[in-house]
């Protein structure tokens, strides 16, 4: 039976699992991926041209690995919400990580740019689930988890120190996960390195707002604000950090999303908007004393953790809202 066979057939469990309230018993988690096999897909100088062809076999050779991630976020969501309910299948999730944690997975051969970036961003996601399922996780658990989370951070760092070009939005999701790895366990010289990053990217944020190496991405130069600031706004709420520059990269992205134009007009290009919820948005509300935008249902990114509808346990919320007299206003 091959990886993605057995993948499949484990994640209809787990899903019939979640839907059913522990009615099934805890399935067997997939076999760790060790190694990761990751492809570049742009083709043009401003990385914006993609090949559909590339594409589809980078999202073919990294599926195991984003479904591992997808249905460990989904039962730590699951857990948050509801801990009375979803106590077994939270303890589930936490012996898939273990089986992951105890053969190292994701830290074989790393076959190009792209498998270091699947890594970063997986890391950063398994961090932020294993935050909201620790309170369920036994001595033992704990241990096994964090000293993998550890070596991955490390490998993390290893490769964002040695690397010699632009720092751009992979280094902002280099931070947020090595911060998040930090804040889930207590380890202060991975928020020091995450807070290097984070002061680091806000040197880089213009006069008006925007991000000059994201702004050379031609006709996705808005898309790659957005996928930018997602990993600055979690790591400064983590990290507890009010920035005004980064609520004015915050502001000129949201305004580039509700009228391009003076994007279009500095890039020389149309540019694509996007068709999904900004999920960075949540986080930022509850980081500032900004208006908070209704809760949405379909605010689901694995890399952030999952459900973004409640906080994560790393995030510092504003104490206070703009109706209150004090509270910090953006």
């Known amino acids: 039976m091959s990886q993605n066979v ?8 787990l899903l019939l699992s979640l839907a059913g309230g522990n009615a099934l018993a805890c399935a067997a988690p997939p ?9 570049r897909y742009y083709t043009d100088k401003h990385n914006s041209v993609i090949d559909p062809v590339l594409r589809a076999r980078n999202i073919a050779a990294v599926k195991p690995i984003d479904t591992f991630l997808d249905a460990i976020a989904r039962a730590a969501s699951s857990f948050q919400a509801s801990p009375e309910k979803t106590l077994g299948d939270a303890q589930c999730s936490l012996s898939w990580m273990v089986s992951w944690a105890d053969q190292k997975a994701l830290l074989g051969k790393m076959s ?10 997986t ?12 309170p369920a996780a036994s001595e033992a658990q704990k241990q096994s988890i964090e000293a993998w989370l550890r070596l991955l951070a490390d490998a993390t760092v290893a490769y964002s120190d040695a690397y010699t070009g632009a720092r751009n939005n992979h280094y902002y999701w280099e931070g947020l996960a090595v911060t998040a790895v930090g804040g889930v366990t207590g380890d ?56 005004p520059k ?11 999303v509700a009228d391009p134009a003076y994007i279009e007009a500095k890039t020389g290009f149309a540019q694509e908007r996007p068709h999904e919820p900004i999920s960075w948005k949540a986080i930022y509300e509850r980081h500032t004393c900004g208006p908070m935008s209704p809760a949405s249902a379909t605010n689901w990114q694995p890399r952030l953790g999952g459900d973004l509808s409640l906080a994560n346990p790393l995030e510092h919320s504003a104490p206070a809202r703009l ?5 910090r206003a953006t």
């Open 6 to 13: 057995r993948t499949a057939f484990w994640v209809s469990g």
């Open 31 to 39: 076999a760790a991926v060790i190694d990761i096999e990751a492809n």
């Open 112 to 121: 190009s740019n792209q498998a270091y970036y699947q890594r970063k961003w």
């Open 123 to 134: 890391l950063g996601g398994l961090a932020l689930s294993y935050a909201k399922l620790k």
């Open 188 to 243: 202060a010289r991975y928020l020091a390195w995450g807070r290097k990053v984070f002061d680091e990217a806000m040197s880089q944020v213009a006069a008006d707002g925007s991000l000059p190496r994201e702004m050379d991405r031609a006709v996705k130069a808005l898309h790659y604000h957005l996928f930018a600031v997602t990993p600055l706004v979690m790591m400064a709420s983590i990290l507890d950090v009010q920035s």
């Open 246 to 256: 980064l609520d004015r990269l915050a502001k000129f992205t949201l305004d580039g």
């Open 323 to 327: 109706d209150t007299p004090g509270c």
